[in-house]
């Protein structure tokens, strides 16, 4: 799987929207890119995905580069709840061993929602 | 629909010891991955089941097992605990196995302490 690269921690004001970028240059074409959170000490929570194209949903949209090798996640109106670490994923979409499934983890981003 | 419900949620043993954990999936789910949680390595991936047969395992040593009942449900067992095995144990279900379009998503977690 492709290794992803994100900023240690970002700072947010509540009500403005949180932009979390993601670096993929190594990325393949068939590889998705999927983003989780983790409030503390809890499991983590799906948020989004995508392959190709722009996606959103009620949580967040996911903006991925023409070239795919970077993406942007973006929480419209971040709130206090959304202080997290938040990890972005590349997920290759079928693999001949099943090993698709598995996440692969980094270290992500730790957004600190603030007053 | 219920969630991904792991028990027990705390748990405290000897070095030595043995310990089971329990995950029940998402109704309708019959994947279910094993992930470990500790500070110094972050989230890493244990093992997945499908359909009773375990079909991918991550870098652990022979002490860390795990199986999958014909209802999905699934254990995860580690035997001659060690204080390094400190950490919080995180159980994912998906609907299928093989693919990374299937959304894993996360129980609250096992939190192991070994003392």
């Known amino acids: 799987d492709a290794k992803t690269t994100q900023p240690p921690s970002m700072d947010c004001a509540e009500g403005r929207a949180a932009n979390l970028p993601c670096n993929h240059s190594?990325?393949?074409?068939?590889?998705?890119v999927y983003w989780y959170r983790q409030i503390h000490s809890q499991g983590p929570q799906y948020i989004i995905h995508g392959l190709k194209n722009n996606e959103t949903n009620e949580m967040a949209s996911l903006i991925i580069t023409e070239d795919r090798k970077s993406s942007t996640l973006i929480l419209p109106h971040a709130t206090l709840r959304d202080t997290a670490v938040y990890y972005c994923?590349?997920?290759?979409?079928?693999?001949?061993?099943?090993?698709?499934?598995?996440?692969?983890f980094g270290t992500g981003t730790r957004l600190q929602v603030t007053l | 629909k219920a969630g991904v419900t792991q028990t027990p949620r705390y748990l405290i043993k000897t070095r030595g010891q043995q310990v089971t954990l329990s995950c029940s999936p998402i109704?309708?789910?019959?994947?279910v991955s094993w992930y470990q949680q500790t500070p110094g390595q972050g989230l890493q991936f244990l093992f997945e089941y499908f359909s009773e047969t375990q079909r991918n395992k991550g870098n652990f040593p022979g002490r860390f097992s795990g199986r999958q009942f014909s209802n999905s449900r699934s254990e995860m067992n580690v035997s001659t605990l060690e204080l390094g095995d400190s950490a919080l144990y995180l159980c994912a279900s998906s609907l299928a196995f093989g693919t990374g379009e299937n959304i894993q998503y996360f129980g609250a977690g096992t939190r192991l302490s070994v003392l």
């Open positions: 109704s309708g789910h019959r994947s």
């Open positions: 190594t990325i393949s074409g068939n590889e998705y």
């Open positions: 994923i590349v997920r290759v979409a079928y693999s001949f061993t099943g090993t698709a499934s598995k996440l692969t």
